[in-house]
């Protein structure tokens, strides 16, 4: 059975609201109509029922009244615990299907990006320049956030520019005349 603290979490108060309003079914044929869309091998868990554009699992059907869920996050609730606000799940095994509770950490949503293979995490793992020097201490400038730039680079390109080395474009960077 879900202990009570499970409740607590947003998305599984859903889940109870939606048990409460629709008495007939019990709480353990839930949770059994939940787990029997699982498929469990000795790594990730895979979800088998509906799989959102995204690549998430989703969980809720017309008969229990239900809005749809994200599946790993009922998961975390059901074995874990309550997800606090603020916070997100982060699937430690890149597998967005898995429902398995070892995979799933609560992280930050900036945790969460961070961690992950899109421009932003990218960039942020960035320590050089294209042209090798460091994106560290003095060599870094702000000029607007959330963008970081190479001083060095910055500089040269400003002085091609001003020797008439570089000319801009519209709509595009400063380009090279020779």
């Known amino acids: 059975m879900?202990?009570?603290?499970?409740?607590?979490?947003?998305?599984?108060?859903?889940?109870q609201k939606s048990v409460l309003a629709f008495?007939?079914?019990?709480?353990?044929?839930?949770?059994?109509?939940?787990?029997?869309k699982v498929k469990k091998t000795e790594?990730?868990?895979?979800?088998?029922?509906?799989?959102?554009?995204?690549?998430?699992?989703?969980?809720?059907?017309?008969?229990?009244?239900?809005?749809?869920?994200?599946?790993?996050?009922v998961s975390y609730c059901l074995l874990i615990g309550p997800i606090r606000e603020g916070?997100?799940?982060?699937?430690?095994?890149?597998?967005?299907?898995?429902v398995n509770p070892e995979h799933l950490e609560m992280v930050t949503q900036r945790e969460n990006i961070l961690r992950g293979v899109g421009l932003s995490a990218m960039n942020a793992r960035k320590t050089h320049?294209?042209?090798?020097?460091?994106?560290?201490?003095?060599?870094?400038?702000?000029?607007?956030?959330?963008v970081r730039v190479?001083?060095?680079?910055?500089?040269?390109?400003?002085?091609?520019?001003?020797l008439g080395l570089l000319e801009r474009t519209p709509g595009a960077d400063l380009v090279r005349r020779w």
């Open 87 to 98: 916070m997100t799940i982060d699937h430690l095994c890149r597998n967005r299907k898995c």
């Open 43 to 73: 790594g990730c868990w895979e979800w088998t029922a509906y799989i959102r554009r995204d690549g998430y699992g989703q969980w809720g059907t017309r008969y229990m009244k239900l809005a749809p869920l994200v599946a790993h996050r």
């Open 23 to 36: 008495g007939v079914v019990k709480e353990r044929d839930i949770l059994k109509r939940f787990w029997k």
């Open 2 to 15: 879900v202990s009570k603290e499970a409740w607590d979490s947003a998305t599984v108060r859903r889940l």
């Open 150 to 162: 190479c001083r060095t680079c910055a500089s040269r390109r400003c002085r091609e520019y001003r």
């Open 129 to 146: 320049c294209p042209k090798g020097h460091p994106l560290s201490g003095d060599n870094l400038a702000s000029h607007r956030l959330p």
